[in-house]
Structure formats: structure tokens, C-alpha cells
């Protein structure tokens, strides 16, 4: 399980300069992203569930925008190195009415 909240400053994946690495929210298992705030992300693919290879079960990925910014070159699923056998549950992405 992963859980990742982001509510002030920038969390860069990849350097500062360049910024271009996939950020996972579930890999294997759970995963939880929570932007809010102030708070940027700042990567290439946001891949929701990798459902990565190696697992018995499918990955769940949820993704709460609460204010803050994603900043990224794609929002995907199952991106890289997925299991044959599992199809990953429909990911969640909940957005804050303002």
C-alpha cells in the first residue's frame, strides 16, 4: 500500500530540470495520490495502476485532486511491466467542486 499526499510545494519526479519520470500511484497492491492545496506534481506519465508483474492480485489506484496542480505529460493505466493474468480495477480520479 501507498499513500502519497502533496498539499504545499513541488514533489518533482525525474530532477528539478527535467521532470519526465512516471509516477505510480498503485504499482502492486493499493495506492493512494492526494494533491491538495498548494501542492504540484510534477512528473511524465501519472500511471493510476501499473498492476505491475509479480502480484496475485489486481492494483487499485485512487487519485484525489483537492486544489493543488498536477503537472504531467500523460494520466495512463497499466503502463509497464503489467501481469498477464489481472486486469487492474478501474481507477479513481475525485475532483473538488470549487
Known amino acids: 500500500m501507498s ?3 502533496i498539499s ?3 514533489m518533482n519526479i525525474g530532477t528539478a530540470a527535467n521532470p ?3 509516477f ?3 504499482s ?3 495506492g493512494t495520490l492526494t494533491v491538495s492545496g498548494n501542492g504540484v506534481l510534477s512528473c511524465g506519465k501519472l500511471d ?3 498492476n ?3 502480484n496475485t ?3 487499485i489506484g485512487t487519485v484525489n485532486l483537492d486544489g493543488g496542480t498536477l503537472m504531467v505529460t500523460s494520466v495512463t493505466n497499466i503502463s509497464a511491466n503489467q501481469q498477464a493474468a489481472e486486469v487492474p480495477r478501474r481507477p479513481l480520479i475525485s475532483m473538488a467542486a470549487r
Open 3 to 5: 499513500i502519497v499526499n
Open 8 to 10: 504545499g510545494g513541488t
Open 20 to 22: 519526465t519520470s512516471p
Open 24 to 26: 505510480y500511484v498503485a
Open 28 to 30: 502492486r497492491g493499493t
Open 48 to 50: 493510476i495502476s501499473r
Open 52 to 54: 505491475a508483474a509479480g
Open 57 to 59: 492480485v489486481s492494483s
